[in-house]
């Protein structure tokens, strides 16, 4: 608890309020969204920008929103360099929380891959996903896809 005297015209007052202490994450964050209010609630985050995001994220612990926001990632609006980066981070974070398991690698292109774990009756659920329309939760055949590669394997 912190006592501070304000002298408000010719009366003086006692405060006493705890005041929490921000991060200066928290306060280039704040910074950064109200120089650009207009942009960011309009375009989406750039592919650098949700990377960056990511990462902070994994380093943070938080593995499962970090794979969510690389999720968001459009490789149609990024440079090849960004959805390499995008990928490779994208991939060690799948292998960093589906690395155990039977999960497989499925990919569909430069910036494209899903994250599947079989369900034992002939279908995979989508557990991660970068650059498509799939999203964790949605059952797609295990017939229907070609080149499904283990994720621990030299994928």
């Known amino acids: 608890m912190t006592t501070a005297t304000l002298i408000a015209g010719n009366r003086t007052m006692e405060t006493t309020e705890a005041r ?13 969204d109200a120089l650009f209010a207009a942009n960011t609630e309009t375009e989406e985050p750039t592919a650098t920008r949700s990377i960056h995001e990511a990462r902070r994220l994994r380093q943070a612990g938080d593995v499962d929103t970090a794979l969510a926001v690389l999720g968001g990632v459009n490789p149609a609006r990024a440079t090849t360099r960004e ?6 981070e994208w991939k060690a ?3 960093r929380r ?3 398991g039977d999960a497989a690698l499925y990919t569909q292109g430069a910036g494209r891959a899903a994250a599947l774990v079989p369900q034992g ?8 996903a970068l650059g498509m329309r799939w999203r964790p939760g949605k059952l797609v ?3 229907s896809l070609r080149g499904l590669r283990p994720l621990n394997g030299g994928a």
């Open 141 to 143: 055949s295990e017939r």
């Open 121 to 128: 009756n002939g279908t995979l659920e989508v557990v991660a």
């Open 83 to 88: 959805v390499r980066w995008a990928f490779s």
């Open 93 to 95: 974070l799948v292998k």
């Open 98 to 100: 589906f690395g155990g």
């Open 20 to 32: 929490p202490r921000r991060s200066l994450e928290e306060l280039v964050d704040r910074l950064i």
